[in-house]
T-cell receptor, first 116, second 117 residues
C-alpha cells in the first residue's frame, strides 16, 4: 500500500518570504512523486515531479522540491512567495513497478495563504 | 492548447436519480483516470482506462458506479441511484502513455461538482 502525509493543514507566510510545504510518503518500492496546485473551482495543475536522479527538482512558477529518500520526504519550496501562490497544494505518489498500476495516491492537501 | 475537459461543471441531482459525467481527455492520450474529491480532502482514485480497456476499477465505491470509454477517447462516469454521500467533485485526468508503472504526468480537468439533495 502507498500513502502520503501532509502534516500541515495550512501554512501562512508573508509575501517575499520563503515558502515550504511538507510531504512525507510511504511506498513499497521506488516512488514517483508529484506536486499539484488547486485554485478555487479549478482542477489540479501540475507543478513538478521526481522520477530519479537529482534530488532537487525544479518546476513551474519558481517552485522546487527536494527528494529525501532516508526521510521519505518530498517538501515543496519557493524562495520568495507571492500573494498569487495562495492556493491548495497536493502531494501525490505512485510506485514505479508495473504491477502497481498508474494510480496516484494523494495527501490531504495543505492550504497556503500568502499575506501582502 | 486543449487540455482535459469535463462536463457538466456542476450537477445537482435528487437522491435516487442517475447521473452521467463526461470527460474529454487530451487528444492522443492513452490513459484516462477518474478520481473523487470529497470536500476538504485529497482526490481518491476510482478507476483507470488504457485505451478502451478498464484495467483497474478497484476504487469504485459501489456497484452503483460505472465507467466506460468505448472508443478509447471520451469517457463517461455513471452513478446510479445517487446518494448524498456521492456528493463530491469528480476529477478526470489523462496521461500520454499506457505503460503501467510509467512516470507520465497525469493532467487533470476542471472537475464536475456533484451535489445530491
Amino acid at each position: 500500500a502507498q500513502s502520503v502525509a501532509q502534516p500541515e493543514d495550512q501554512v501562512n507566510v508573508a509575501e517575499g518570504n520563503p515558502l515550504t510545504v511538507k510531504c512525507t510518503y510511504s511506498v513499497s518500492g521506488n516512488p514517483y512523486l508529484f506536486w499539484y496546485v488547486q485554485y478555487p473551482n479549478r482542477g489540479l495543475q501540475f507543478l513538478l515531479k521526481y522520477i530519479t536522479g537529482d534530488n532537487l527538482v525544479k518546476g513551474s512558477y519558481g517552485f522546487e522540491a527536494e527528494f529525501n529518500k532516508s526521510q521519505t520526504s518530498f517538501h515543496l519550496k519557493k524562495p520568495s512567495a507571492l500573494v498569487s501562490d495562495s492556493a491548495l497544494y497536493f502531494c501525490a505518489v505512485r510506485v514505479s513497478i508495473k504491477a502497481a498500476g498508474n494510480k496516484l495516491t494523494f495527501g490531504g492537501g495543505t492550504r497556503v495563504l500568502v499575506k501582502p | 492548447g486543449a487540455g482535459v475537459s469535463q462536463s457538466p461543471r456542476y450537477k445537482v441531482a435528487k437522491r435516487g436519480q442517475d447521473v452521467a459525467l463526461r470527460c474529454d481527455p487530451i487528444s492522443g492520450h492513452v490513459s484516462l483516470f477518474w478520481y473523487q474529491q470529497a470536500l476538504g480532502q485529497g482526490p481518491e482514485f476510482l478507476t483507470y482506462f488504457q485505451n478502451e480497456a478498464q484495467l483497474d476499477k478497484s476504487g469504485l465505491p459501489s456497484d452503483r458506479f460505472f465507467a466506460e470509454r468505448p472508443e478509447g477517447s471520451v469517457s463517461t462516469l455513471k452513478i446510479q441511484r445517487t446518494q448524498q454521500e456521492d456528493s463530491a467533485v469528480y476529477l478526470c485526468a489523462s496521461s500520454f502513455t499506457g505503460t503501467s508503472g510509467s512516470s507520465d504526468t497525469q493532467y487533470f480537468g476542471p472537475g464536475t461538482r456533484l451535489t445530491v439533495l
